[in-house]
């Protein structure tokens, strides 16, 4: 046996102290890349934007933010939140609205009702903003009028009035109801005649409601409009599939 101080012993106690050097520098070493790797991922960051959809929200809430009463900004902050299904985010951005609330975020407020599966709440929603969009319309050409200035129908913002309808058409399709997605469709086409997805709808409805030959007239329109229209396209293949019986 190796004597305390000997030349064996100290070498062996040289050995031990390596070896718990090289342990703890190891570890340190595991560590330090571990905390490089969480920083780099954003571990520590929970709240930092990751996808695409969460960049959009968080550059939309700062708009808001900067600008709360610009309601174009909201409305879009709002439709994000709906399409990852942030219900109650959205609800609670509709919420922050003081006053009389702006015909479009009444139609944010139906489509919420929408996603959250109350249809009948969501139709009549719609409604008011519809009705609350042709008033506010209706009495900004009086002020133009009595100032003597002629407002073109075609320079109105059609955006709320023919998403009310829309969504009211689509409200009633679901319900197959398709006399009443028709009427709501068709509304929508005159509002905006050059829109496919009216027409499309429109179109969809009429041969819900075995009227092939409207349904051809729309779908035929809206694939002029759009060669693309992968609804119109596969109408136009029910009908002549069904005229081929």
Do not use: C
């Not at 041969?207 to 119109?232: C, G, M």
Request: glycine share 6%.
């Amino acid at each position: 046996m190796a004597n305390a101080g000997s030349p064996r012993a100290d070498a062996s106690r040289f050995d031990i102290d390596r070896v718990l050097l090289f342990s703890i520098f190891g570890v340190l070493i595991l560590t330090l890349s571990l905390g490089v790797y969480l920083l780099w991922t954003g571990f520590f960051s929970p709240a930092v934007p990751r996808t695409a959809e969460e960049r959009v929200i968080a550059n939309l809430q700062s708009v808001v933010a900067g600008s709360p009463k610009i309601t174009s900004s909201r409305v879009d902050l709002i439709e994000a939140y709906l399409s990852v299904g942030e219900l109650d985010k959205a609800q609670a951005t509709i919420d922050a609205v003081s006053g009389t609330r702006p015909a479009a975020i009444v139609l944010e407020q139906a489509r919420l009702e929408h996603a959250r599966g109350d249809d009948a709440k969501a139709d009549l929603t719609a409604k008011q903003a519809f009705d609350a969009e042709v008033a506010r319309q209706v009495a900004e050409a009086k002020k133009y009028a009595e100032k003597g200035i002629s407002m073109s129908p075609e320079l109105q913002d059609r955006t709320v009035v023919l998403g009310a309808v829309m969504l009211r058409g689509s409200i009633a399709a679901a319900k197959k109801d398709y006399a009443g997605a028709f009427a709501m469709y068709d509304k929508a086409v005159k509002i905006a005649p050059t829109d496919s997805g009216a027409l499309t709808s429109r179109g969809m409805a009429a041969l819900e409601s075995d009227k092939a030959a409207q349904a051809k007239a729309d779908f035929d329109k809206a694939l002029s409009l759009d060669p693309q229209n992968a609804v119109a396209v596969n109408g136009l293949a029910r009908i002549a599939k069904a005229g081929a019986k």
